[in-house]
């Protein structure tokens, strides 16, 4: 006789699983959401989309690759989850879209129901901070593909901005500002070569640091920044002053802001308007990683760069201070002359 535990599967930890979540979904809620979590699918009332004159629906997905496996390492789950958020939700604010709603996808080897419900909170606090509805998900047990006590989690999310509205290189053009907003870390991308640098050079996660005041597991494990406010808001208050974002993830600053530029113009960063944080600069020593390898993995400091009409950054700059976001100039557009769409100059400041 065979049963699906004995193949590895456990139902009741599943169900486990969602009781324990519930509490954390509550709080990721919009009141355009209809009905509880638990069903085949999440519902969003539509009718929000009257507010438009021309609505325009956006969609993102995406996941946080191997950092996964330093919360694995060290037993710590409850931040991952925002990780996610950020990763998808602000790819859609690129555009000028607000995130409606998200679901996520959680595959295990085994289902813990305590792991699953730590996951889930982070997801919730990261819908929280981007004011987007968690409305659904699945948590997927893959016994025999995943060891016990590895996972991976994906999400997708929803928005929609107005026609009129809608940001990107149509709008940008020579001479306009380029705004950074500081990352929070490494966030979810380059871990890698994170992990190869770690394996390498047989780092200690759990060993402090002076120069970041904390061990290295908990600087690789601090969650991404979520900017989706702070861009839908400096969005309202700019209105056709602002012309695109670039949200700076894998593939560095130069190539992300390349994306967002029109053909016959370039970004130009100016490295000397600050300085590396002191945990890449770490592991780009001890891993011996160089300059241009560095720029093309990790966001050199920056997670977000807002572009501008340049008589209006200095009111950009002051109404992200005036929400705690602490920008700076760092750069600006010009007529394209080389083959990059993007290119960083000067040097970084000494820290």
């Not at 590396?276 to 600069?281: G, K, N, R, S």
Request: charged fraction near 20%.
């Amino acid at each position: 006789m065979s049963s699906y535990e004995e193949a590895g599967v456990d139902i009741e930890a599943g169900d486990a699983a969602v009781q324990l979540m519930k509490a954390h979904l509550a709080k990721a809620r919009r009141k355009e959401v209809i009905g509880d979590i638990g069903g085949f699918a999440g519902l969003f009332d539509i009718s929000a989309l009257k507010k438009f004159n021309r609505p325009l629906l956006a969609t993102s997905t995406d996941g946080v690759g191997t950092k996964t496996e330093i919360a694995r390492l060290l037993g710590k789950y409850d931040t991952i989850g925002e990780d996610l958020v950020a990763m998808v939700v602000d790819d859609l604010v690129v555009c000028g879209a607000e995130p409606l709603f998200m679901t996520d996808y959680i595959a295990v080897g085994k289902v813990f129901p305590e792991r699953i419900a730590e996951i889930v909170k982070g997801i919730a606090i990261g819908c929280q901070k981007a004011g987007t509805a968690l409305v659904g998900g699945e948590t997927a047990e893959h016994p025999g593909l995943l060891g016990e006590d590895e996972f991976d989690i994906a999400g997708a999310a929803t928005g929609a901005v107005d026609h009129e509205n809608l940001l990107g290189e149509h709008l940008i053009k020579e001479g306009d500002a380029i705004i950074a907003m500081p990352a929070s870390g490494l966030h979810a991308n380059g871990y890698s070569l994170v992990r190869h640098i770690i394996k390498n050079q047989n780092l200690n996660l759990a060993q402090h640091h002076e120069e970041f005041g904390k061990t290295l597991g908990e600087v690789l494990l601090t969650p991404t920044e979520i900017y989706a406010l702070d861009c839908l808001a400096l969005h309202r208050g700019l209105k056709e002053q602002l012309h695109g974002y670039a949200h700076i993830t894998g593939g560095g600053l130069a190539s992300n802001t390349a994306r967002v530029i029109p053909d016959h113009l370039s970004a130009t960063f100016d490295r000397s308007t600050w300085a590396l944080p002191a945990e890449m600069v770490y592991l780009a020593h001890i891993g011996g990683v160089a300059q241009p390898d560095l720029e093309k993995t990790w966001n050199c400091g920056i997670g977000m760069v807002a572009i501008v009409d340049s008589l209006a950054a200095d009111l950009a700059l002051r109404s992200l201070a005036a929400r705690g976001m602490k920008a700076w100039l760092c750069g600006k557009i010009e007529r394209r002359t080389a083959e990059s769409g993007a290119a960083l100059v000067g040097n970084y400041q000494a820290r």
